[in-house]
């Protein structure tokens, strides 16, 4: 596959918690998380009466994820949730008790639907936007990852979004780019995928 590069502004990765779920555990899952890139020690962590409260009363959390999008969350070979995201689950639960049920049998784009009619209790790494803050409540940030623009070798200039204005861009449905685009930049025309590597082969056969 032939393709170039081009770094573009990082953004901000975080947990996301369904926005009518009770607002406690979205202010303990942010303590969690900042707890947990404090020390990465066996030592349990002291809850208030109203968390160990709202642990026992939803003892497993339901986690919809993105299988494709390494090194932040993926399925390995072996069809094992593995990444960044899945480090901090685990320590969450080595610290408080609590259990992440990961769904595995979604997309991206049906897991978020699924947070947002409430089927699933969150996501595990999502970037906050304004059409996404309507029905979630998002965490801290716990990773920063710079974007990139794919282009064909044969495109040599540097470039940027204002340079794909009256372009065809495709981008994986559903991911934030899309939403960055659509409000920032409308003279771009989007051509959505299923997946990274869809939007690859777009790219790569002159389809976008």
């Known amino acids: 596959m032939s393709a170039t590069f081009k ?4 953004l901000p990765y975080k ?7 009770i607002l406690v555990f979205t202010a303990f899952l942010t303590f969690l998380i900042t707890i947990c890139q404090a020390e990465a020690g066996p030592n349990s962590i002291q809850l208030s009466r109203e968390e160990t409260a709202w642990i026992k009363a939803t003892p497993v959390i339901t986690v919809g994820i993105d ?3 390494a090194p932040i969350e993926y399925l ?3 069809g094992r949730y593995t990444g960044v995201t899945a480090d901090f689950l685990k320590l969450i639960e080595d610290k408080t008790g609590l259990k992440f049920k990961i769904d595995t049998s979604h997309s991206w784009q049906e897991s978020i639907e699924l947070v947002k009619t409430g089927r699933l209790h969150m996501l ?3 970037v906050s936007s304004p059409r996404r803050a309507q029905f979630m409540r998002f965490t801290h940030p716990y990773a920063r990852l710079s ?5 064909r070798k044969n495109v040599t200039e540097p470039m940027s979004l204002e340079k794909l204005m009256g372009m065809r861009v ?7 780019w899309r939403d960055i685009i659509e409000n920032l930049y409308p003279d771009i025309t989007i051509d959505a995928a299923p997946d990274i590597e869809a939007a690859l082969k777009k790219v790569s056969f002159g389809m976008a």
């Open 7 to 10: 770094l573009i502004p990082q």
């Open 15 to 21: 947990g996301v918690i369904k926005k009518n779920t």
């Open 67 to 69: 299988q494709n999008f």
């Open 76 to 78: 390995d070979r072996d």
């Open 124 to 126: 595990g790494a999502a």
């Open 147 to 151: 974007g990139v623009i794919i282009v």
């Open 170 to 176: 495709a981008l994986v449905y559903n991911y934030i």
